[in-house]
């Protein structure tokens, strides 16, 4: 399969689930009080965005997978393919440790180092960009929900974040 047509079916697959989110899933599954006075508190504001920014980008992938070259296949053919079974049984390890570590580390901690580990088990092309978000993402998520919506991140018994 090329890129091209990788973009294309992503794309395509995106939009189709951008559209069942905003018009069936938010709607019907997600239950909001009436007495939420900031928009950004409110249980329906970020699944719309989600939604929303989902079809965006579902939509530009579905562009340049339609107007671009048609270009090489995405993945080479696997020498070992003993290999995708290895990955596999690490991909289950990590699990285990990560349901074991959660309540030691803490979500947040416990996140950073799984996401870590992941990215160089599936062996990333951009090990740089995978630390930098390993480490981000948890950290601006944990400070949202902790510090502007008031929501508790279970935290571990070694670490603690303010």
Not at 4 to 10: E, G, H, K, P
Not at 20 to 45: D, E, G, H, K, M
Request: with cysteine; proline share 9%; hydrophobic share 55%.
């Amino acid at each position: 399969m090329s890129h091209r047509a990788m973009q294309l079916r992503l794309g395509i697959g995106a939009i189709l689930a951008a559209i069942f989110l905003v018009t069936y899933a938010t709607p019907n599954w997600v239950s909001t009080p009436s007495n939420v006075r900031n928009i950004v508190l409110s249980p329906l504001f970020w699944p719309y965005i989600l939604g929303g920014l989902t079809g965006l980008i579902g939509l530009g992938l579905a562009l340049s997978g339609w107007r671009g070259d048609p270009g090489e296949p995405v993945n080479d053919p696997i020498p070992d393919p003993g290999a995708g079974a290895a990955r596999l049984v690490g991909f289950a390890a990590l699990m285990a440790v990560t349901f074991w570590a959660m309540p030691h580390l803490g979500m947040v901690w416990t996140s950073m180092l799984a996401f870590l580990a992941l990215a160089f088990l599936v062996k990333t092309r951009h090990p740089a960009a995978a630390v930098i978000c390993a480490v981000a993402v948890p950290l601006i998520l944990y400070a949202f929900f902790a510090h502007v919506a008031s929501v508790a991140i279970p935290q571990g018994e070694l670490v603690r974040l303010p």
